[in-house]
RNA sequence: GCGGAUGUGGCGUAAUUGGUAGCCGCGCCAGACUUAGGAUCUGGUGUCGUGAGACGUGGGGGUUCGAGUCCCUUCAUCCGCACCA
């Protein structure tokens, strides 16, 4: 063999390995590029083929960053708590530190075989002790800071206690829970275990009781993002509603941030409107409504106060605190049935009856502020109790949810807006509401006339002048809940004394993960924590039995790679003000809403305590598309062991069934392996085409089950890492996905043998030559400098792979051995293909490394033409091509277009009406 | 229902951003060499047509000298959100 790639990687990787060519440290003298993966949760399954994509492009770009000149931290690690490991311990009982270790450890070896340009220096896990001490550091920063919303930022939780002292609460403006107002005097004569409660509704990181996603299968709450259509995103399993106390981290409090930040990130649009649709900011106002022959009041939200005149009933959220007290007795029974009902429901089913209209009176009726009308006031599952205030005032004519209402229980519909240029009409004829966004205020003392936009902010004047509610911002956003009742994660550095948490002590950190005899709930029903023996402080008070989730360790991980092994802190002022932030972030939109929106919100608040320098963490993000499978199936004739080859199926009754894919070529079917494959298929029997059995193919999702997974391992194996990175980039654009289909591999590793051809002889050795370069030659080399670059600046890798493609077919048809050529051209592959370019580097005759080559330069003087091959097209249909000398007078053009035998033969006599000429480019004749 | 993305040969894709549609590769066809091989090399390969030529970028319409690219409309597939007041 003559590109011997199995020989050439191996030797190169063990050579970067010894020499720590991918180690880099802070170098002022050089600009700084970090380029970050997304943190990979090694599964036991490992990778496939489809994983590495994004890794190879961004290791692609990190090494041209590096070539030209910058100094690129380019770092790898794990995310390493987390429910599989867990899972895989209470069915087997090995430890889930046992079950990562072996994970991560074929996860390294399969990313050390692909030849990637990490600093394995700066690995870390974040189930070490050492990396979860700054995880728990954070948590702690959070529980004693909270958000002062003049100062829009983090403050500690001493200056809100001296204000207490001093003032109460009555001045502070702070994103926190309910909380009664007090006075000075009031917080001094409360006792401790009040004054924390009190806390608490204050911090960042707080307990609370709050309603959760219980998941009874995997025995724990589960954030938002972790659940889908009512079912828990890893393992699919039911989850249903319950209150319960639990941490949460003050998410919220950062909601505008968050949303306005945004715009000074370079991300996909999608992905920001992803974000922005989950943060939901909407403007509005909160307005009281005074409850009849009671000293009670219901604070809704509402985003259209200007319809108020058209509130025909209330509804509140079932769940609702005041449902109780507003209940009458001869409703009673009748509420409780429905709230019994509604709690029973799960999720889902509340989902897959979305349409279904449900709802109970309570008894009691509210006032109108501005009709003085007396409105009914309803419970309905339509209403949620985490959103707002958890009510609502009615608007049945001008809003879609509240008019079904109306309709089905018969509740009075009054039109408020009528659209611009409309009159009114009967509500009664109405098939559906006026979801008025725009249109001029009837029926309405005070707007009547105002367009809708006026009419907002003239009654959002009066509810305010005469106190009757505020504007107010709501966000969908919620908290986010901090606990899980499972093993394997970061402990709470939290204990308990009278029933109120306290943070330990920073310096007694990391609070170390216990042992337990195993790794399921105690009888009583805690968490697997409760099973530690002394899981208690020196004092004697007990920890925090649950753990945190899976997005803690990973929220603050980018920044520990700046200064993976400081034990003083997460990461110094000197790395973090060197290295900043993520440059280049390459990962999949699965982390759209989860990750990317906590870490943003993590370094937020590092940010407020000045620990790092920038308020966002990743400046540019890249969601590359996923790699699919491409299934092969046999067709079964139905009752029979005979297999019948794709074109003659139609002839049978059969049964389609998954093939292995690695035992199929180019849709052949290895007919000695597929016996061989399973037992049932030993004597199998097949009716073959042209003698082959041909399968048929669809693209699904690569997956064991469709058994079209494909392991880089083998692709290494059988064509060398650098044809698996250049084929991974040439199966088209970055961010699209695609099927998978080892079968076109062939080309790319051609592609190689004959580049490995231009370095040398017939006899494989080296021969280059120092002749002079002919100007196509440099042509040739330049106009692919110039197009690598722009393809890499712009992560178009594709088009990059085929633009080498080109310059190599170029160079091997004009027989080009020059080293004055071939060396920049070494160069400048060593981003795609490291290996083959550090060989060929070395047999140059060069002892430093490719990767501290120079990124070579294109000069537009190689480029230079002096005519172009100009296409001469009538009525916009092109007819033939002419050479024609570049910038020439039009006139001239014209000319020489015009005497052509061509020409005349196309204009069949006729004279042109006009004649279009585009310098450089096209000549259109209309006839 | 709302929001986003995509649609080009048998397949993955390309197109200087309004200027020769199909680059590069797979597959396929033909040929050369050969120890007959799933190796290598050469040529061909959008569709229809013997041909000149006609047609052709999901469908329909429009703007333009000229449209894969811009506008309107429609269809299909994928993804995200889904009682958010």
């Not at 949460?248 to 992803?274: F, G, Q």
């Given at each position: 063999?003559?590109?011997?790639?199995?020989?050439?990687?191996?030797?190169?990787?063990?050579?970067?390995?010894?020499?720590?060519?991918?180690?880099?440290?802070?170098?002022?003298?050089?600009?700084?590029?970090?380029?970050?993966?997304?943190?990979?949760?090694?599964?036991?399954?490992?990778?496939?083929?489809?994983?590495?994509?994004?890794?190879?492009?961004?290791?692609?770009?990190?090494?041209?960053?590096?070539?030209?000149?910058?100094?690129?931290?380019?770092?790898?690690?794990?995310?390493?708590?987390?429910?599989?490991?867990?899972?895989?311990?209470?069915?087997?009982?090995?430890?889930?530190?046992?079950?990562?270790?072996?994970?991560?450890?074929?996860?390294?070896?399969?990313?050390?075989?692909?030849?990637?340009?990490?600093?394995?220096?700066?690995?870390?896990?974040?189930?070490?002790?050492?990396?979860?001490?700054?995880?728990?550091?954070?948590?702690?920063?959070?529980?004693?800071?909270?958000?002062?919303?003049?100062?829009?930022?983090?403050?500690?939780?001493?200056?809100?206690?001296?204000?207490?002292?001093?003032?109460?609460?009555?001045?502070?403006?702070?994103?926190?829970?309910e909380?009664?107002?007090?006075?000075?005097?009031?917080?001094?004569?409360?006792?401790?275990?009040?004054?924390?409660?009190?806390?608490?509704?204050?911090?960042?990181?707080?307990?609370?009781?709050?309603m959760?996603?219980?998941?009874?299968?995997?025995?724990?709450?589960?954030?938002?993002?972790?659940?889908?259509?009512?079912?828990?995103?890893?393992?699919?399993?039911?989850?249903?509603q319950?209150k319960?106390?639990?941490?949460?981290?003050?998410?919220?409090?950062?909601?505008?941030?968050?949303?306005?930040?945004?715009?000074?990130?370079?991300?996909?649009?999608?992905?920001?409107?992803?974000?922005?649709?989950?943060?939901g900011?909407s403007e509005g106002a909160e307005v009281y409504f005074k409850i009849d022959g009671s000293d009670m009041k219901i604070l809704i939200f509402t985003t259209r106060p200007d319809t108020i005149y058209g509130a025909t009933f209330m509804v509140l959220a079932p769940e609702s605190e005041l449902v109780d007290e507003l209940t009458t007795p001869e409703y009673a029974e009748k509420v409780s049935a429905y709230r019994d009902e509604v709690k029973?429901k799960?999720?889902?089913?509340r989902?897959?009856e979305a349409k279904k209209v449900t709802g109970q009176f309570t008894g009691s009726y509210a006032i109108n502020p501005f009709t003085n009308e007396r409105i009914p006031i309803w419970i309905s599952e339509y209403v949620l109790a985490g959103y707002g205030t958890g009510a609502i005032m009615a608007v049945p004519a001008h809003d879609s949810r509240d008019f079904v209402f109306a309709r089905t229980f018969n509740l009075p519909i009054i039109q408020t807006v009528?659209?611009?240029?409309?009159?009114a009409?009967d509500p009664n004829?109405w098939?559906e509401s006026y979801d008025s966004k725009?249109g001029?205020v009837i029926n309405s003392t005070l707007i009547n006339?105002?367009?809708v936009?006026?009419a907002i902010s003239k009654i959002n004047e009066v509810i305010e002048s005469r106190g009757l509610g505020k504007r107010k911002i709501n966000y969908r956003?919620r908290?986010?809940?901090?606990?899980?009742?499972?093993?394997?994660?970061?402990?709470?550095?939290?204990?308990?004394?009278?029933?109120?948490?306290?943070?330990?002590?920073?310096?007694?950190?990391?609070?170390?993960?216990?042992?337990?005899?195993?790794?399921?709930?105690?009888?009583?029903?805690?968490?697997?924590?409760?099973?530690?023996?002394?899981?208690?402080?020196?004092?004697?008070?007990?920890?925090?039995?649950?753990?945190?989730?899976?997005?803690?360790?990973?929220?603050?991980?980018?920044?520990?790679?700046?200064?993976?092994?400081?034990?003083?802190?997460?990461?110094?002022?000197?790395?973090?003000?060197?290295?900043?932030?993520?440059?280049?972030?390459?990962?999949?939109?699965?982390?759209?809403?989860?990750?990317?929106?906590?870490?943003?919100?993590?370094?937020?608040?590092?940010?407020?305590?000045?620990?790092?320098?920038?308020?966002?963490?990743?400046?540019?993000?890249?969601?590359?598309?996923?790699?699919?499978?491409?299934?092969?199936?046999?067709?079964?004739?139905?009752?029979?062991?005979?297999?019948?080859?794709?074109?003659?199926?139609?002839?049978?009754?059969?049964?389609?069934?998954?093939?292995?894919?690695?035992?199929?070529?180019?849709?052949?079917?290895?007919?000695?392996?597929?016996?061989?494959?399973?037992?049932?298929?030993?004597?199998?029997?097949?009716?073959?085409?042209?003698?082959?059995?041909?399968?048929?193919?669809?693209?699904?999702?690569?997956?064991?089950?469709?058994?079209?997974?494909?392991?880089?391992?083998?692709?290494?194996?059988?064509?060398?890492?650098?044809?698996?990175?250049?084929?991974?980039?040439?199966?088209?654009?970055?961010?699209?996905?695609?099927?998978?289909?080892?079968?076109?591999?062939?080309?790319?590793?051609?592609?190689?043998?004959?580049?490995?051809?231009?370095?040398?002889?017939?006899?494989?050795?080296?021969?280059?030559?120092?002749?002079?370069?002919?100007?196509?030659?440099?042509?040739?080399?330049?106009?692919?400098?110039?197009?690598?670059?722009?393809?890499?600046?712009?992560?178009?890798?594709?088009?990059?792979?085929?633009?080498?493609?080109?310059?190599?077919?170029?160079?091997?048809?004009?027989?080009?051995?020059?080293?004055?050529?071939?060396?920049?051209?070494?160069?400048?592959?060593?981003?795609?293909?490291?290996?083959?370019?550090?060989?060929?580097?070395?047999?140059?005759?060069?002892?430093?490394?490719?990767?501290?080559?120079?990124?070579?330069?294109?000069?537009?003087?190689?480029?230079?033409?002096?005519?172009?091959?100009?296409?001469?097209?009538?009525?916009?249909?092109?007819?033939?091509?002419?050479?024609?000398?570049?910038?020439?007078?039009?006139?001239?053009?014209?000319?020489?277009?015009?005497?052509?035998?061509?020409?005349?033969?196309?204009?069949?006599?006729?004279?042109?009406?006009?004649?279009?000429?585009?310098?450089?480019?096209?000549?259109?004749?209309?006839?």
């Open positions: 063999m003559d590109y011997n790639f199995k020989e050439i990687e191996s030797k190169w990787q063990e050579y970067w390995k010894n020499n720590k060519t991918y180690k880099v440290d802070i170098d002022p003298s050089r600009p700084k590029f970090y380029v970050l993966d997304m943190f990979p949760y090694p599964s036991g399954a490992g990778l496939h083929v489809g994983h590495p994509l994004g890794y190879i492009a961004s290791d692609i770009y990190s090494r041209f960053k590096r070539l030209q000149g910058f100094n690129v931290l380019h770092p790898m690690g794990y995310d390493a708590f987390g429910l599989p490991a867990e899972q895989y311990a209470i069915q087997t009982g090995q430890h889930p530190a046992i079950t990562t270790d072996i994970n991560i450890k074929r996860y390294r070896e399969q990313l050390d075989k692909i030849g990637f340009s990490y600093d394995w220096d700066r690995e870390f896990r974040t189930c070490d002790p050492s990396y979860y001490k700054w995880t728990q550091w954070a948590f702690i920063q959070m529980f004693k800071h909270w958000y002062n919303n003049q100062a829009q930022k983090a403050e500690p939780i001493e200056k809100l206690i001296a204000e207490f002292d001093k003032n109460g609460n009555s001045k502070v403006d702070a994103v926190c829970s909380v009664k107002a007090f006075t000075a005097e009031d917080w001094k004569s409360m006792t401790e275990v009040e004054q924390q409660e009190v806390l608490l509704a204050y911090r960042l990181a707080y307990l609370a009781d709050v959760v996603n219980w998941c009874p299968a995997l025995g724990t709450v589960l954030a938002n993002d972790e659940v889908k259509e009512g079912f828990s995103v890893r393992g699919g399993h039911p989850v249903e319950r319960m106390r639990q941490w949460c981290l003050r998410i919220s409090a950062y909601a505008e941030r968050l949303l306005n930040d945004m715009e000074t990130l370079e991300w996909t649009d999608s992905l920001k409107e992803i974000q922005r649709n989950w943060i900011r029973r799960t999720e889902r089913e989902m897959a009528i659209r611009p240029g409309e009159q009409t004829s098939s725009e001029v006339g105002l367009d936009k006026q956003l908290d986010a809940i901090f606990s899980r009742q499972r093993y394997w994660g970061e402990p709470f550095p939290v204990y308990y004394k009278d029933g109120m948490p306290y943070a330990i002590d920073e310096s007694k950190l990391p609070l170390e993960l216990p042992e337990v005899d195993a790794f399921l709930p105690t009888e009583k029903g805690e968490p697997p924590l409760g099973r530690a023996k002394n899981w208690k402080n020196a004092d004697g008070y007990g920890y925090e039995l649950s753990t945190m989730p899976g997005f803690a360790g990973s929220s603050a991980y980018y920044l520990r790679y700046m200064d993976p092994h400081n034990n003083n802190g997460l990461v110094s002022k000197e790395a973090n003000n060197y290295w900043e932030n993520v440059d280049l972030y390459i990962g999949g939109t699965e982390h759209a809403v989860g990750h990317l929106i906590y870490s943003r919100f993590w370094n937020k608040f590092l940010f407020d305590l000045g620990h790092v320098c920038k308020n966002e963490p990743f400046k540019k993000l890249i969601n590359q598309g996923m790699i699919q499978g491409r299934s092969n199936f046999v067709y079964r004739i139905k009752n029979t062991n005979s297999y019948v080859s794709l074109n003659l199926k139609d002839k049978h009754d059969v049964t389609p069934i998954h093939v292995d894919v690695n035992i199929v070529s180019n849709d052949i079917l290895d007919i000695d392996a597929f016996r061989k494959w399973r037992p049932e298929f030993s004597d199998a029997e097949f009716i073959l085409e042209d003698g082959k059995y041909i399968c048929g193919w669809a693209v699904e999702k690569m997956s064991k089950s469709m058994w079209n997974v494909v392991n880089p391992d083998v692709i290494v194996d059988k064509y060398g890492a650098d044809t698996l990175r250049m084929y991974e980039m040439f199966l088209g654009p970055l961010e699209q996905s695609k099927p998978w289909d080892t079968n076109g591999i062939d080309g790319v590793h051609k592609f190689f043998r004959r580049f490995w051809r231009l370095y040398h002889n017939a006899n494989n050795q080296i021969e280059v030559s120092d002749a002079e370069p002919t100007a196509q030659e440099l042509k040739v080399l330049h106009k692919t400098i110039k197009k690598i670059t722009e393809d890499i600046e712009k992560f178009s890798f594709n088009t990059g792979v085929s633009a080498f493609m080109i310059c190599v077919n170029e160079l091997t048809e004009l027989k080009c051995n020059k080293r004055a050529i071939l060396e920049p051209l070494c160069a400048l592959i060593a981003s795609y293909a490291p290996h083959i370019a550090e060989e060929l580097w070395h047999l140059l005759g060069h002892n430093n490394s490719v990767c501290d080559a120079k990124w070579p330069k294109h000069d537009e003087m190689y480029l230079q033409e002096s005519t172009y091959t100009c296409p001469v097209s009538f009525n916009g249909k092109t007819r033939f091509t002419l050479e024609i000398p570049l910038n020439i007078p039009q006139a001239e053009v014209e000319k020489i277009v015009l005497t052509d035998a061509n020409t005349q033969k196309f204009l069949e006599g006729k004279q042109p009406k006009k004649i279009i000429i585009v310098p450089n480019k096209i000549v259109n004749i209309v006839l």
